[in-house]
Nanobody
Framework: QVQLVESGGGLVQAGGSLRLSCVVS????????MGWFRQSPGKEREFVAT????????YYEDSVKGRFTISRDNAKNTVYLQMNSLKPEDTAVYYC??????????????????WGQGTQVTVSS
């Protein structure tokens, strides 16, 4: 059974930082790309960042470049999203995503094979 369990969301003031974590079980973590997406009320789920299985290749949505960092620890089956300089427009439910075998980068929800339950991030102005 595949499980993706996120943690680390919460309420933070604008300019603050949060670190999200996602522990994965039931997949061969070291051989799949991982990602983060987010969804705000009334909006579609959107891509935030992905990281390839070896960790050296990362991709970011333009609005988070330079502020967010995705990383992974294959020994712990965990992917992270460090979020700095948070803005109110970053407020959303953040979802951990696992890609299909062999796909280096995935940027649309339809490419995601497995999802976490989501964690709320709220940035106050």
């Amino acid at each position: 059974q595949v499980q993706l369990v996120e943690s680390g969301g919460g309420l933070v003031q604008a300019g603050g930082s949060l670190r999200l974590s996602c522990v994965v079980s039931g997949r061969t973590f070291g051989s799949i790309s991982m990602g983060w997406f987010r969804q705000s009320p009334g909006k579609e789920r959107e891509f935030v960042a992905t990281i390839a299985w070896a960790g050296g290749i990362t991709y970011y949505e333009d609005s988070v470049k330079g502020r967010f960092t995705i990383s992974r620890d294959n020994a712990k089956n965990t992917v992270y999203l460090q979020m700095n300089s948070l803005k109110p427009e970053d407020t959303a439910v953040y979802y951990c995503a696992a890609g299909p075998q062999g796909l280096v980068r995935f940027t649309i929800p339809a490419q995601t094979r497995d999802w976490g339950q989501g964690t709320q991030v709220t940035v106050s102005s």
